[in-house]
């Protein structure tokens, strides 16, 4: 089962993330395997940290609670909030697949969050600037919640404008880029 996982920064966190960057990084290796992208959101300052995105395939919900809120960054009160959604992978792939590489053009974190009947369910038809795309869903799998997306885009309208507008109640747009050790 795949999950999306998105801790939110709490205001003035950032020395406390600083200090507990091994130990969040230590973590994150030790699901390495089940990994499908990771990496921190930022304010468009793009070098202040506002969160940290993880999607990651997991046996079941518990273990995906019990992922999110071990986390050190978390336990240590980092984060204001955690997001925590079913997802499903519709490109099948990491983001370490993604054709486009790590590095070079502006990275994003498209959040949908809707209710309702489902939106993009879809790949759009020019996938080549997706990293991570798929459906928020509920614990069961049965209600669409939203949707996620890792795209890579020329600026934040071009990055929204993957999603349905008028389909969600909100959609936010984060800076994003891929994270982990290099």
Same mark, same amino acid.
């Given at each position: 089962?795949?999950?999306?996982?998105?801790?939110?920064?709490? !205001?003035?966190? +950032?020395? /406390?993330?600083?200090?507990?960057? =091994?130990?969040?990084?230590?973590?994150?290796?030790?699901?390495? @395997?089940?990994?499908?992208?990771?990496?921190?959101?930022?304010?468009?300052?793009? =070098?202040? @940290?506002?969160?940290?995105?993880?999607?990651?395939? /997991? !046996?079941?919900?518990?273990?995906?609670?019990?992922?999110?809120?071990? =986390? !050190?960054?978390?336990?240590?009160?980092?984060?204001?909030?955690? /997001?925590?959604?079913?997802?499903?992978?519709?490109?099948?792939?990491?983001?370490?697949?993604?054709?486009?590489?790590?590095?070079?053009?502006?990275?994003?974190? %498209?959040?949908?969050?809707?209710?309702?009947?489902?939106?993009? /369910?879809? +790949? @759009?038809?020019?996938?080549?600037?997706?990293?991570?795309?798929? @459906?928020?869903?509920?614990?069961?799998?049965?209600?669409?919640?939203?949707?996620?997306?890792? %795209?890579?885009?020329?600026?934040?309208?071009?990055?929204?404008?993957?999603?349905?507008?008028?389909?969600?109640?909100?959609?936010? %747009?984060?800076?994003?880029?891929?994270?982990?050790?290099?």
């Amino acid at each position: 089962m795949e999950f999306f996982c998105y801790h939110r920064d709490r !205001p003035d966190s +950032l020395k /406390l993330r600083n200090e507990l960057q =091994e130990a969040h990084w230590s973590y994150m290796d030790g699901y390495a @395997p089940q990994l499908i992208a990771r990496g921190p959101t930022f304010a468009t300052d793009g =070098e202040t @940290p506002t969160g940290s995105v993880h999607i990651v395939d /997991l !046996p079941n919900p518990a273990a995906a609670r019990a992922f999110a809120f071990d =986390e !050190p960054n978390y336990q240590a009160g980092a984060y204001r909030d955690v /997001l925590l959604r079913r997802w499903r992978n519709l490109l099948g792939r990491t983001m370490w697949d993604f054709p486009g590489g790590r590095e070079g053009g502006n990275r994003y974190l %498209v959040l949908g969050l809707g209710s309702g009947e489902a939106a993009d /369910l879809v +790949l @759009p038809p020019d996938q080549n600037e997706l990293i991570a795309y798929g @459906p928020l869903l509920s614990d069961d799998d049965a209600t669409w919640l939203g949707t996620a997306v890792l %795209v890579r885009a020329p600026d934040s309208d071009t990055a929204r404008a993957v999603l349905t507008a008028d389909r969600y109640a909100d959609i936010e %747009v984060h800076d994003w880029e891929f994270g982990g050790r290099r």
